[in-house]
């Protein structure tokens, strides 16, 4: 099992609704009163049967139940399996034998039971169909049967039903490596019990209406005494603060009962479990993303998590998400100030035609001061000093740019940054466009700054447009240009790799590294430093051919515009557009013509970190997209969208929405 579920929920809940499930649920327990207050990833659904009916009537469940997308959907239903193959792997539970249980509120969850361990847990309410979860877990009796494993009955103080424990076989490939190295795994043990190493266990246990399903005893231990009222301690998910102080101000904003799916994440709880979860020969060795985080005060976020709604409240969609985020904050955590604002109409200069629209206020001074912890750790080991030699020789020394970049170039710019996407046809893998637009107070002392750091380097040429000077990167031109390579995916390796890796880290060094931005172009214009992902978009937008209308005129931000001015609170920091027809169009081609791996996109690579493959340059797809009909038959399908994010004392407020498309826009 290369890798542990990360995303497996959102599989798993796609997959429910595109096959159906049955009959209607009585009110159920909340899976978070018998989840541990462990708990570091949750993704709950209060009833399955009500999700499915209200997904139905949304215009993406129209579209998937359109015959044209029919092959494609199958095929996505076989990925989902795919992707839930390693839980099948762990507990023996195929997605087929999850649809049929669900009665009422259905959780899974990734648990921390102590440092350095993870255990999986899926709860399930099964009023109105313990007779086909008795059918299910018969099914899986027989198939733990064919794989070897070897079942045992405990029982559960109080529990009327015995607890159903299945020892299963080892996988060959985890196998292969603890023998490769046998020393690693001395001394180890698994599932919070006294097991070795190799020795992989799952649990079950259906008891009234409640099923559980679990890899450590402890976890359905717990859950059981939580159940029958046999823990007096209140420990609970439910109890746990980050978790209360997340859903009362969720709740706080909604209008119902009961919402369709609840979550939760403790964001470094949660990598810190998946990487535990994860077997030694599949981990990145030395100092890790994660520890890097911790040290850098991220821990103060304590918890995100959200409710979701589909075909609610004159929604297709709609979501609030709440981060837990007390301060004081330390070291890097401090740049995390964004102020909130009142002005967020779109600049006169914002084109029409553009897919998304995004502006945020962030005190860039800020950001800048409190960098240098977070630099020091990444590329100086940990020492002091690293970040402030950077400045100080940028600013000193004789043979460098002699720039002074906070005075010089950060104290001049103002706090309100402007981000657009588009696209350019026919869609190619290059097709995706990206501009950043942050205020300038003083814009000569900015340009100047621009010119002095970019003027010497071999990787960037200057070109005069409209009487400005235009950056433009062009590495093409210098193939022996070393650029550090960032990874969003597996924790990135800051320090020198286990000797066991080297082999591999080898390998992956002889991959091409690229900036995030190979393309990018940089000026500075209308009291804007302006970056861009291509100069022939920064130009469009600086320099249009022809006099357009700009984004406040168009009918479908103020559509937006409108339902955005009704929340509350009414401060904000950050205000997101998006023509979701338009947004999304780019990678759905990508995803056609089967070159999605290929794709330079931002959202491109970051599905390629969902599928698995973010350390490959190419892979194969793994969906077949030449089964997907023209966009023209999606686009009628897909209506306008946005979200505003709101700073507040104990951390940040977000609530976005999707609206129906409407009939003229079709």
């Not at 159920?28 to 139905?56: C, K, Y």
């Not at 799916?261 to 993303?289: C, I, M, N, Q, S």
């Not at 947004?583 to 970190?609: D, W």
Request: net charge neutral.
């Amino acid at each position: 099992m290369r890798r542990f579920w990360t995303s497996t929920s959102c599989w798993a809940v796609c997959a429910l609704l595109m096959t159906g499930v049955g009959i209607a649920a009585t009110a159920s327990r909340p899976s978070e009163t018998l989840l541990p207050n462990t708990t570091q990833g949750f993704f709950a659904i209060s009833n399955v049967d009500t999700l499915e009916e209200h997904w139905n009537k949304t215009q993406l469940g129209h579209l998937i139940a359109d015959p044209v997308m029919k092959p494609f959907a199958n095929d996505m239903k076989r990925q989902f399996e795919a992707r839930w193959s390693s839980v099948q792997d762990r507990l023996g539970l195929s997605l087929d034998d999850l649809k049929t249980a669900p009665g009422g509120d259905t959780a899974i969850a990734l648990i921390a039971p102590e440092r350095g361990k993870a255990a999986l847990a899926i709860v399930i309410d099964v009023t109105g169909k313990v007779s086909q979860a008795r059918e299910m877990l018969k099914r899986v009796d027989k198939r733990q049967s064919e794989r070897g494993a070897k079942r045992t009955d405990v029982k559960v103080k109080g529990c009327p039903e015995p607890v159903i424990r299945y020892e299963l076989p080892e996988p060959e490939e985890e196998k292969d490596a603890r023998e490769s190295n046998p020393q690693g795994n001395e001394g180890k043990v698994a599932n919070g019990g006294a097991n070795s190493a190799s020795q992989r266990l799952a649990f079950y246990c259906l008891t009234g209406t409640l099923l559980v399903v679990t890899d450590n005893f402890q976890i359905m231990k717990g859950i059981l005494e939580r159940a029958l009222g046999n823990r007096k301690d209140k420990d609970s998910l439910a109890d746990h603060k980050p978790f209360q102080e997340v859903m009362k101000r969720c709740k706080s904003d909604y209008g119902k009962d009961t919402p369709q799916v609840r979550w939760f994440v403790h964001p470094l709880g949660y990598a810190e479990a998946a990487r535990a979860a994860t077997p030694d020969a599949h981990r990145r060795k030395g100092k890790t993303f994660l520890e890097v985080m911790q040290h850098q005060g991220v821990g103060a976020v304590q918890g995100i998590g959200g409710l979701v709604d589909f075909s609610a409240e004159g929604y297709e969609l709609v979501h609030r998400t709440a981060i837990y985020a007390p301060p004081p904050y330390v070291k890097a955590m401090k740049m995390a100030v964004l102020p909130n604002r009142q002005d967020f109409a779109p600049q006169p200069w914002v084109p029409r035609e553009l897919a998304t629209y995004t502006t945020l206020y962030f005190d860039i001074l800020n950001g800048f001061d409190n960098f240098g912890p977070l630099f020091d750790e990444l590329f100086g080991q940990g020492e002091a000093g690293t970040w402030e030699e950077a400045i100080q020789s940028l600013r000193d020394d004789p043979d460098g740019p002699q720039v002074d970049l906070r005075e010089d170039l950060v104290r001049n710019l103002g706090q309100r940054v402007t981000m657009l996407t588009d696209y350019e046809e026919p869609i190619t893998t290059k097709s995706d466009r990206l501009l950043v637009a942050i205020e300038a107070k003083n814009p000569k002392p900015v340009a100047l700054a621009i010119k002095k750091l970019l003027k010497n380097d071999p990787s960037w040429r200057c070109r005069k447009e409209k009487g400005l000077e235009i950056w433009e990167m062009v590495q093409e031109e210098n193939p022996d240009l070393k650029v550090p390579d960032i990874s969003f995916g597996d924790e990135p390796q800051v320090t020198k790799a286990h000797p066991l890796r080297k082999k591999k880290k080898a390998e992956e060094d002889e991959e091409e590294k690229k900036p995030l931005l190979p393309h990018a172009a940089v000026t500075v214009w209308n009291g804007h430093l302006v970056v861009a992902s291509h100069i022939d978009f920064l130009l469009k937008v600086i320099a249009p051919p022809k006099k357009s209308k700009s984004l406040s005129d168009d009918a479908d931000y103020r559509l937006v515009q409108d339902q955005i001015k009704q929340f509350k609170p009414n401060e904000k920091c950050v205000q997101f557009f998006s023509r979701t027809d338009e947004e999304y169009r780019p990678t759905y081609e990508m995803i056609r013509q089967n070159k999605l791996p290929e794709s330079e996109s931002l959202f491109a690579r970051g599905l390629n970190v969902l599928f698995g493959d973010a350390k490959h340059k190419t892979r194969a797809p793994k969906i077949d997209g030449s089964k997907l009909p023209e966009y023209k038959a999606v686009r009628p399908y897909l209506g306008p969208a946005g979200f505003r994010v709101t700073s507040e004392a104990a951390g940040w407020y977000l609530k976005g929405f999707t609206l129906t498309k409407p009939a003229a826009s079709k």
